[in-house]
């Protein structure tokens, strides 16, 4: 049998495994197969019935999921907690579910005030910049959320100043010509 790989060949690399380096070289996509039978007539097929034919194969992206959580002071003092939802445990919760070695350094930082101290999340991505949940960036569609609390100190209460200042037992004097 002889394969024409069309775009997923060899030599564009878009869709073989690069095992000198051990990278993945697939890109999402759809990628065109094409299958042709050659030497129908030699013996040993003679009892057997081949057909060629195409196909097509779709790389979709691979879905990342995690879950930020942040707390602090003031916003500038947030720490924040990555967890996997699917893999509370993991000591890696997004590079982990990446592959073939790859690995992504996000940043996160408060993203529109909620009630009581909490504020969404928005989450960065070197190369791509602040992303969306639930679009692809690379091969990858990230999905994320969260919740960051910013525990503002209390002000005590300030009782404002009457003006004209009144002092208790003071009399005012009017005086008539």
Not at 24 to 39: A, E, L, W
Request: aromatic share 10%; hydrophobic share 25%.
């Amino acid at each position: 049998m002889a394969y024409a790989y069309g775009n997923y060949g060899k030599d564009g690399r878009d869709g073989y495994l690069d095992v000198d380096g051990d990278k993945r070289t697939n890109n999402i996509g759809g990628y065109d197969f094409k299958t042709t039978v050659s030497n129908k007539s030699e013996d040993f097929l003679k009892n057997y019935t081949i057909s060629g034919g195409d196909a097509r194969l779709t790389i979709n992206p691979k879905d990342v999921y995690f879950h930020v959580d942040g707390n602090g002071n003031t916003l500038g003092d947030v720490v924040y907690t990555v967890t996997d939802p699917n893999n509370p445990s993991s000591p890696d919760p997004i590079n982990g579910q990446l592959v073939y070695g790859e690995t992504v350094t996000p940043s996160y930082m408060p993203d529109g005030r909620l009630p009581n101290g909490h504020y969404g999340v928005s989450t960065s991505l070197p190369g791509y910049g602040p992303i969306d949940s639930g679009k692809v960036y690379g091969n990858y569609r990230y999905h994320y959320d969260g919740d960051i609390t910013v525990n503002l100190p209390s002000k005590p209460d300030i009782v404002p100043p009457v003006n004209p200042p009144v002092t208790p037992h003071t009399v005012a004097l009017l005086v008539c010509l």
